[in-house]
């Protein structure tokens, strides 16, 4: 069993289900919107893909004042998580179940600092 499966395992408690193809859409979006992506190796992107398949399987995505999310929102924001911790041994989102997505800058209160 792989490093990623063992991986899955951990993070889902589950056993990992017979992947899907990656959506030609979301690679699009990696390809075109992703800054990293082009540097990557080709295991890198794999084990990204599959890292951003995870990330989008396990965390909801909520917009905040009207913002609507799409699937492009989603992709890039699991990618950019997923990229901090590629090579690493995944332990860092296993609490995280959700992500609140802003339609402009998000402002902490006085009182919250």
């Known amino acids: 069993m792989g490093m990623l499966s063992r991986w899955f395992r951990r993070f889902f408690s589950v056993a990992p289900a017979a992947p ?11 390809g ?23 990330f989008l399987a396990k965390v909801r995505f909520t917009g905040i004042h009207g913002f609507v999310v799409e699937d492009r929102h989603r992709v890039l924001i699991a990618a950019f998580a997923c990229r901090l911790i590629l090579g690493l041994e995944f332990r860092w989102f296993r609490e995280l179940t959700e992500v609140l997505i802003y339609p402009g800058d998000y402002q902490i209160g006085r009182a919250h600092v």
């Open 20 to 30: 899907e193809p990656f959506p030609d859409a979301w690679n699009q979006v990696l």
């Open 32 to 54: 075109d919107e992703f800054p990293d992506w082009a540097e990557l190796t080709v295991t890198e992107q794999e084990t990204l893909r599959e890292l951003v398949r995870a």
